[in-house]
């Protein structure tokens, strides 16, 4: 089954049929669609994509908290959005509520399998880890010292099938009072079959911070932050500690 599709699509109404081996979420269509989906089809390519989003179950999974009261008075026909799910959204709202989803944001499949091993977490020497980021010059997107690597994070991933292939190894982050685990760093590497390849991460101080409404500033917290690789949101066999 192919899929067409703009954004997110629901499958469970057919996903489970006897007749359904297989769904490819094409999205939009392009002049050479036609072709790639062939090439992969036939295995003369081999999928390397990975969901940008969360495929729930249900469509109830989505809502977070209840329904939003409209405004009154002069105001009722100016509904407003106060954004009260905060930084809980797609697979970090499923997270927070413990709801599986069908496909996870990050999944996705191949004509392989591999393997994670040897993950390393390096705290880069004579980095700042201070609670506020070192003073430095502002640039597009804030305080210059907000692209310090802080810290290093590799691993190894090996095709463990038969048929040459990419995988997009994922990097996530737990900080400490924030969301189970977020988003900090992807590679796409191929791997040839019974081949291994070292994924590296540069972790920015900007990728461990959270916003400080008190101080008005992007901040470290001190404690432990969960260090997470893996294939998808939920497909993580690599775990570790990074200790600020």
């Given at each position: ?59 109830s ?11 009154e ?13 905060g ?24 004509y ?23 003073a ?34 994922q990097l ?23 081949g ?12 461990l ?11 470290l ?16 066999p690599?775990?570790?500690?990074l200790?600020?």
């Open positions: 089954m192919t899929i067409h599709n703009a954004g997110v699509r629901l499958v469970d109404q057919w996903i489970e049929h006897p007749n359904i081996t297989a769904v490819i979420f094409a999205h939009l269509a392009g002049q050479d669609s036609g072709r790639a989906l062939v090439q992969l089809l036939y295995g003369q390519q081999s999928f390397s994509g990975k969901l940008p989003y969360t495929v729930a179950k249900n469509e999974d989505y809502i977070n908290g209840g329904q939003p009261s409209l405004p008075g002069e105001y009722q026909l100016f509904p407003q959005s106060d954004f009260s799910e930084v809980y959204i797609d697979y970090k709202s499923f997270d927070q509520k413990n709801v599986t989803p069908r496909y996870e944001f990050g999944f996705g499949l191949t392989t399998t591999f393997s994670y091993c040897d993950l390393k977490i390096n705290l880069l020497p004579g980095v700042s880890t201070a609670y506020l980021p070192p430095s010059p502002i640039i597009p997107g804030g305080i210059a010292s907000l692209w310090d690597v802080v810290t290093q994070v590799t691993a190894v991933v090996t095709n463990t099938g038969s048929m040459d292939a990419a995988e997009v190894a996530y982050v737990g900080i400490p009072g924030g969301p189970i685990r977020q988003l900090r760093g992807f590679s796409k590497v191929g791997i040839p079959v019974g291994s390849v070292t994924v590296e991460f540069d972790l920015m101080r900007r990728d911070s959270e916003w400080s409404v008190m101080d008005q500033s992007w901040v917290q001190n404690g432990s932050y969960a260090i997470y690789v893996g294939a998808s949101s939920r497909d993580l690599l775990q570790g500690t200790t600020i």
